[in-house]
């Protein structure tokens, strides 16, 4: 449908809003036949889901759903994106209508544009963020020289907030909050942005977690095999709860989506290895070889 109707249009359709009911609206009116007008306030389209981690029900990531949708919206031959754009006026009746809409500058030339970031290294307007004094931050001197130390791996590259904060993480096994503050203030980001990325994405901590990473998968196929006793049984063994970490910082116990050996279900990953068709009484030696 989606071929036969690409690039071939009866009538046109204007939709106001491009969260993810715009988009899927866009997406099957535009698949129809209909050419589409997708008007959005905001830069980018995605609206709310694009900025959340899991979805209710399924607990799926909210990213992995919207994200081809995106896509298709942006290539779709019958989809024209109005982004940064607001409807000022409508007037005319059911089935012959006429809308005015008022788009603001970008200041970016759209067509050029690929997205790299290059031009925010050369853009003569910084930040503004409030500046933390060095003598606020209680770092000891180890942390202190482990930060810098880190900091300057990256320091001529572009970018440089992600892999540092991948870097600190490795080396604490999470976020420490004077650390993030003594990143802030280095790269002179405002800490507000700096946990955003850090709740965003999984990988990413703010409490310590435990040396061995326990992933349960609670996927469809682990779920009907069982995972969820398995689940039961790893925190009974190490007297914590699903998405705790054990007192003495030896593992953190967390429930993981599919993790990809449906035909060993049920599975559990112990850092980066992967256990399958777990029974319960396996459950103590698996804990035994991380001692
Ligand atoms: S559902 Fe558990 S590995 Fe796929």
Request: proline fraction near 4%; include cysteine.
């Amino acid at each position: 449908m989606a071929e036969e109707n690409a690039g071939r249009t009866s009538g046109a359709v204007l939709v106001v809003g491009g969260g993810i009911a715009g988009i899927q609206s866009s997406l099957d009116l535009a698949e129809s036949g209909f050419k589409v007008y997708l008007v959005e306030d905001s830069p980018a389209i995605g609206g709310t889901m694009a900025q959340l981690d899991k979805t209710f029900p399924t607990n799926d990531c909210a990213m992995c759903v919207i994200s081809p949708k995106l896509v298709g919206c942006g290539r779709h031959l019958n989809i024209d994106l109005m982004t940064n754009t607001e409807l000022v006026g409508i007037k005319g009746e059911a089935g012959n209508f006429t809308v005015t809409v008022k788009k603001r500058p970008r200041f970016v030339d759209a067509e050029k544009c690929t997205g790299c970031g290059a031009c925010v290294q050369h853009c003569p307007v910084t930040k503004v963020i409030y500046p933390i004094e060095l003598e606020e931050i209680e770092l000891s001197r180890a942390d202190l020289e482990t930060v810098q130390g880190i900091l300057d791996n990256h320091r001529d590259r572009a970018g440089k907030l992600m892999p540092v904060l991948q870097d600190v993480d490795r080396h604490y096994g999470y976020l420490p909050r004077e650390v993030v503050r003594f990143v802030s203030r280095e790269l002179k980001v405002r800490i507000s942005d700096i946990y955003s990325i850090a709740t965003f994405y999984n990988s990413f901590s703010l409490e310590p977690r435990g040396r061995h990473k326990i992933s349960v998968c609670m996927g469809t196929t682990c779920y009907v095999k069982g995972a969820e006793k398995l689940m039961q049984r790893i925190c009974e063994e190490l007297e914590t709860e699903p998405g705790g970490t054990t007192e003495d910082l030896r593992f953190t116990v967390e429930a993981a989506r599919c993790i990809g050996c449906c035909s060993l279900a049920p599975a559990i990953m112990v850092n980066d290895r992967v256990y399958g068709r777990v029974k319960l009484n396996d459950i103590a030696g698996i804990l035994e070889d991380y001692e």
